[in-house]
Nanobody, 124 residues
Framework: QVQLVESGGGLVQAGGSLRLSCAAS????????MGWFRQAPGKEREFVAA????????FYADSNKGRFTIARDNAKNTVYLQMNSLEPEDTAAYYC?????????????????WGQGTQVTVSS
């Protein structure tokens, strides 16, 4: 089992920044892919970003490419999502996920464990 706890969400004005963190505990995370997804009210959960175990491969949704940066610190079992130039359309609950044997990090069903989410609200 892997437990994931997100933090860092909040209310920010458009153009502002937030950094989300996801702390993992439980079984070893060696080899796992870590991802961020988000879900706005009335919408499906959508991919935001993902990072390989080594950190050498990073994936982003087109909607946030250039604004968001994903990073991980394996020594701390933590993954981060730095979000800059936030827009009202970024308002959603953000979820951290981990997966082993992930072949397509953009697909949410490939992930094994999920956090409870942290709310991000961007005001215009």
């Amino acid at each position: 089992q892997v437990q994931l706890v997100e933090s860092g969400g909040g209310l920010v004005q458009a153009g502002g920044s937030l950094r989300l963190s996801c702390a993992a505990s439980g079984r070893t995370l060696s080899g796992c892919v870590m991802g961020w997804f988000r879900q706005a009210p009335g919408k499906e959960r959508e991919f935001v970003a993902a990072i390989s175990w080594s950190g050498g491969y990073k994936f982003y949704a087109d909607s946030n490419k250039g604004r968001f940066t994903i990073a991980r610190d394996n020594a701390k079992n933590t993954v981060y999502l730095q979000m800059n130039s936030l827009e009202p359309e970024d308002t959603a609950a953000y979820y951290c996920a981990s997966g082993f044997g992930v072949t397509n990090p953009r697909r949410n069903h490939e992930y094994d464990y999920w956090g409870q989410g942290t709310q991000v609200t961007v005001s215009s």
